[in-house]
Structure formats: C-alpha cells, structure tokens
C-alpha cells in the first residue's frame, strides 16, 4: 500500500524509554507495535481491551539493555508504536481493519507486531502473512488450543482463534503448552496431525525443544503468544489463567530457539488483562514482549 501514512504514539508515549535513541524517529523504525485492544467475544474475564496500553506504559519502565544479548538491542531494528484506533463493535469488521493495518506496515517493509486485545484478532492479524508466505507456520503459544469451530454463536470467536487461522490451507501450526481442550478439538486435532502439532503442558517434562520446532526450520513463521501460556500463579491478568502452565524462563528458551530455527516475520501478544494496582502484570507482559521484538529482530547471540 504505497502511500499509507501511519499514525504514530509520540515518542514519549511510544513502547519502550521514551528516552531512547530512535524515540523522535518513528518512520525509520523497522519494528512497528500495533495496539489492538479487540474484546468482542470474551466468555468468563474481561478486560483484555485495557490490554495494550497497559502494556506499552509498563514498557517505559524496562531497561533498554538486554543482559542476555548484552547490548541495546532495540538499535539494531528501532521501534515504533502507532495509536490506537477506535475499534468497530462487529468483530469482522475490526478483523478488516487489522488486516489492512498489518498489510500497510508489511507492504512499507516492515515487521508488524501486534499487542491485543482477545486472540480473535489473530485471524485478521495473519491473513496479509498469508498471501505473502505460502508456506506460513503459526507457533502458539496457548492454555488453550482454541480448534473450535466457533463458540457461543460466534464464528470468529476467541475459542476459535487458531480454527479460523487454519481456514487457510497454506498454513501448519505447532502449539505448545496446551492444556485445555474439548471434546471436538481433540476430535479436530486428531484428524489434521498433518498440519497441527500439539505439545501438551502435561508432557512438558519430556519436551524435547529439537524436534518441537523442527517444523520451522527454514520456514517464515508467525509467533502468537496467549498470556495464559504462562502458568495462572504466574501471570493471573488473563481472562481464563489456568494451571500447569510454563514459567518466563520456559517460554523464553522455546521463543530462543525458534527464533534460530525459523524466520519469524510477524507477531502478535493477546489475552493481557490487566488488574488494577498490580503493576507487576503488566511489568511482566512489557518484559515479553520486548525480548519477543529483541529474539525477532536483533538475534540471540552475545556480542562481547
């Protein structure tokens, strides 16, 4: 989409220190942090709306330099944030206008990474990697592994995030850290193993990291993470936390390494809920996602 004029965060509003070198410099930026705070189809907590702000203030908090990759690591990609837009109530419709937002940001040759906001946005958010990348891998992040065909009469459903994702016949998926399901998904599950891998948080002491991700090996992959990835005693600001599920240091070894495995071209972050007064949440979530951006654009290695 030539042409496409983006609507940034100033730099003191943006993700990260407003203090940092690029702050002022929004369109040189390769990275792009697309607020999408959809919350249209949630079934027990709310609040996943408050999701992305939240999680862009938090931000302004961290240190810009990664001690793991031991430098400042956003210089060597740049980050810039766009606002927030007002989000149509008909979640199609809202599906469409991230769809176009994710295209525009790709089409200028950039890496769209969007902070949600309900999983449902996932279905919008993938469709320009799609026409892109004939041969996309999704790796999910999840509690849940969200096959449903709809939920609750809702088509696009959150409970159907990565159901509407495999609407397109191009894509595999392996999901990791799965630990509620239905009845029909184990069903749905059983019956598509050609494209869907499923690593369950019950056999997570016999993961073996290797042949989790060898599916991405030298493919372009979209990384989606579900907060409720993590366990509920560890990130509880979710609108489902569940138990049994990984720690930070658990994610981050897998992200690591399909970061070195893959190609990943895009991201998104969904299901944030913050709750009011425990900051912490919110500090944790900011954390994430900067080493998601710093693992997508910088790399994993130590520079001494």
Same mark, same amino acid.
């Given at each position: &989409?030539?042409?496409?004029?983006? %609507?940034?965060?100033?730099?003191?509003?943006?993700?990260?220190?407003?203090?940092?070198?690029?702050?002022?410099?929004? %369109?040189?930026?390769?990275?792009?942090?697309?607020?999408?705070?959809?919350?249209?189809?949630?079934? @027990?907590?709310?609040?996943?709306?408050?999701?992305? &702000?939240?999680?862009?203030? /938090?931000?302004? *908090?961290?240190?810009?330099?990664?001690?793991?990759?031991?430098?400042?690591?956003?210089?060597?990609?740049?980050?810039?944030?766009?606002?927030?837009?007002?989000?149509?109530?008909?979640?199609?419709? /809202?599906?469409?206008?991230?769809?176009?937002?994710?295209?525009?940001?790709?089409?200028?040759?950039?890496?769209?990474?969007?902070?949600?906001?309900?999983?449902?946005?996932?279905?919008?958010?993938?469709?320009?990697?799609? *026409?892109?990348?004939?041969?996309?891998?999704?790796?999910?992040?999840?509690?849940?592994?969200?096959?449903?065909?709809? @939920?609750?009469?809702?088509?696009?459903?959150?409970?159907?995030?990565? #159901?509407?994702?495999?609407?397109?016949?191009?894509?595999?998926?392996?999901?990791?850290?799965?630990?509620?399901?239905?009845?029909?998904?184990?069903?749905? @599950?059983? $019956?598509?193993?050609?494209?869907?891998?499923?690593?369950?948080?019950?056999?997570?002491?016999?993961?073996?990291?290797?042949?989790?991700?060898?599916?991405?090996?030298?493919?372009?992959?979209?990384?989606?993470?579900?907060?409720?990835?993590?366990?509920?005693?560890?990130?509880?600001?979710?609108?489902?936390?569940?138990?049994?599920?990984?720690?930070?240091?658990?994610?981050?070894?897998?992200?690591? #390494?399909?970061?070195?495995?893959?190609?990943?071209?895009?991201?998104? &972050?969904?299901?944030?809920?913050?709750?009011?007064?425990?900051? $912490? @949440?919110?500090?944790?979530? /900011?954390?994430? $996602?900067?080493?998601?951006?710093?693992?997508?654009?910088?790399?994993?290695?130590?520079?001494?």
């Amino acid at each position: &989409m030539t042409g496409v004029t983006f %609507d940034y965060l100033p730099g003191e509003a943006s993700f990260l220190d407003p203090l940092r070198l690029d702050a002022g410099q929004p %369109d040189g930026a390769r990275a792009v942090v697309i607020p999408f705070g959809l919350e249209a189809s949630v079934s @027990y907590g709310g609040g996943t709306k408050d999701g992305p &702000m939240a999680i862009i203030e /938090a931000s302004h *908090q961290l240190e810009l330099f990664d001690e793991e990759l031991w430098r400042e690591a956003y210089r060597d990609y740049g980050v810039a944030a766009l606002r927030q837009p007002a989000i149509p109530e008909r979640i199609e419709d /809202a599906l469409a206008l991230l769809d176009r937002t994710v295209g525009a940001v790709l089409d200028a040759g950039r890496f769209p990474f969007v902070l949600g906001g309900e999983h449902s946005l996932t279905a919008g958010a993938i469709r320009p990697f799609v *026409q892109r990348y004939p041969d996309l891998v999704v790796l999910q992040f999840d509690a849940h592994a969200d096959l449903r065909d709809g @939920y609750l009469g809702e088509h696009f459903s959150h409970a159907a995030a990565m #159901r509407r994702v495999l609407d397109h016949p191009g894509v595999s998926m392996v999901q990791v850290g799965i630990r509620a399901l239905s009845q029909p998904e184990a069903e749905f @599950y059983d $019956a598509n193993r050609h494209r869907v891998a499923m690593h369950l948080a019950v056999d997570r002491p016999r993961w073996d990291i290797e042949a989790m991700l060898a599916p991405l090996a030298g493919k372009p992959v979209y990384v989606t993470v579900d907060i409720d990835a993590l366990d509920g005693s560890v990130m509880p600001a979710t609108g489902t936390p569940t138990p049994g599920g990984m720690t930070y240091p658990d994610l981050l070894a897998i992200l690591k #390494r399909a970061a070195e495995v893959g190609r990943i071209v895009g991201m998104d &972050m969904v299901e944030f809920a913050p709750i009011p007064g425990f900051h $912490a @949440y919110d500090a944790l979530a /900011a954390h994430l $996602a900067a080493k998601m951006l710093n693992y997508a654009l910088s790399g994993t290695t130590r520079r001494s």
